[in-house]
């Protein structure tokens, strides 16, 4: 665990997972961005992830008891068979807890009507 990305000032070339720690010397500004290899596929994956798990934790709105565990494997992305017509071609390989949001614990999640 460590900072992955070789532009920041605390790179670290062991760490074979970003921790989120990186750290950029923001004195100077790049004078030009190259966004020919740019791949947005796990970011768009977890935001059709999170659309439908947010359909999902909505159904109270109708009445329906949150299972917290089918809502805790959607959130890991641990078991989880996703529907929506995004992963028609494959399920997705990205974890929406990697996220920023981990203080968001799904381990005790009730929501009843």
């Known amino acids: 665990m460590g900072c ?3 532009s920041a000032t605390n790179f670290n ?7 989120g720690s ?7 500004a790049p004078t030009t961005y ?6 947005y596929g796990g970011q768009i994956d977890r935001l059709n ?8 934790l909505k159904t109270v709105n109708d009445g329906a008891v ?10 890991a992305n641990d ?3 996703w529907t929506s017509d995004a992963f028609a071609n494959g399920q997705p390989t990205k974890q929406l807890n ?5 203080h968001l614990s799904l381990n005790n999640l009730m929501l009843r009507h």
């Open 4 to 6: 992955t990305d070789s």
């Open 49 to 56: 992830m999170l659309k439908e798990l947010e359909t999902y």
């Open 79 to 81: 078991g989880y068979t």
């Open 13 to 19: 070339a062991s760490a074979t997972e970003d921790d």
């Open 98 to 102: 990697n996220l920023k949001i981990k």
């Open 34 to 39: 190259n966004f020919s290899n740019a791949s």
């Open 22 to 28: 990186c750290t950029y010397d923001v004195s100077t």
């Open 66 to 75: 949150i299972d917290a565990s089918l809502a805790k494997s959607m959130y």
